[in-house]
């Protein structure tokens, strides 16, 4: 599973991955994280405002920091 975090480094984008890391610590789902940065590589994905979270490859969220048990069905859903 891949999930990555888009964002430039705002405090949103640092708790998102932050929430990310831990459900999946949590939870002992084999996922690789990555931080996306770069402003081209996240205009990629067409969303509108940061932080962003695709999982495999699918926007789920942008533009807001979704609650724990949210992030973790859509991780469930991608499995």
Same mark, same amino acid.
């Given at each position: 599973?891949?999930? #990555?975090?888009? !964002?430039?480094?705002?405090? /949103?984008?640092?708790?998102? *991955? $932050? =929430?990310?890391? *831990?459900?999946? =610590?949590?939870?002992?789902? +084999?996922? *690789?994280?990555? /931080?996306?940065?770069?402003?081209? +590589?996240?205009? #990629?994905? !067409?969303?509108?405002? $940061? @932080? ?5 490859? =699918? ?6 920091? @979704? =609650? +724990? ?11």
């Amino acid at each position: 599973m891949n999930i #990555k975090i888009l !964002g430039t480094g705002c405090s /949103k984008c640092i708790n998102l *991955e $932050t =929430k990310v890391k *831990e459900i999946v =610590k949590q939870n002992s789902i +084999d996922a *690789e994280i990555q /931080k996306v940065s770069e402003l081209q +590589d996240i205009m #990629k994905y !067409g969303i509108m405002s $940061t @932080p962003g979270l695709v999982i495999n490859e =699918k926007v789920v969220s942008f533009g807001s920091v @979704p =609650k +724990d048990a949210q992030i973790l069905q859509w991780i469930k859903e991608a499995m």
